[in-house]
């Protein structure tokens, strides 16, 4: 089954907020990640110091169907972080196929920000806003 979880983006305070949201709505993390932890990426610049400590992803699981998910944005990377702009939508089809169908209607007449590829963390990703200003992740798992 597709489902659609919200995936939020912060300052360099990512954990505080999540462990915040994790000591109200209860649970605990299903996976917490920084960008230190992160393989090189080809065509990306050496990290400073500074940003290898931030969040590169952070899953807290609300139910069987949902999933408060985030990350500090790189200062070098991404456009500054206002209010507005702080939050994707993210679809986790079944399939490549649903995948590949989703970004591409989705992303018709947006801005592709990452192409479906295949990620480092085992999933089949891609990142865009669409025509309206929204902001959309496709994330198949892999495993």
């Known amino acids: ?58 899953s807290l699981p609300i139910s069987s169907e949902t999933i408060l998910m985030g990350s500090d944005v790189l200062e070098f990377m991404g456009p500054e972080i206002i209010q507005g702009n702080n939050f994707s939508i993210n679809i986790s089809p079944d399939s490549k196929e649903e995948a590949d169908r989703l970004f591409a209607g989705l992303s018709e007449g947006g801005t592709i920000v990452m192409p479906l590829e295949f990620a480092f963390w085992g999933a089949y990703y891609g990142m865009f806003t669409d025509k309206f200003g929204i902001n959309w992740m496709i994330n198949m798992e892999l495993n």
């Open 1 to 58: 089954m597709t489902t659609v979880n919200i995936y939020l983006s912060f300052n360099g305070n990512c954990l505080e907020a999540f462990n915040f949201y994790k000591s109200v709505l209860g649970g605990e993390f299903s996976y917490v990640g920084t960008f230190g932890e992160m393989p090189p990426q080809e065509g990306m610049p050496p990290l400073p110091e500074s940003e290898k400590s931030k969040i590169m992803h952070i």
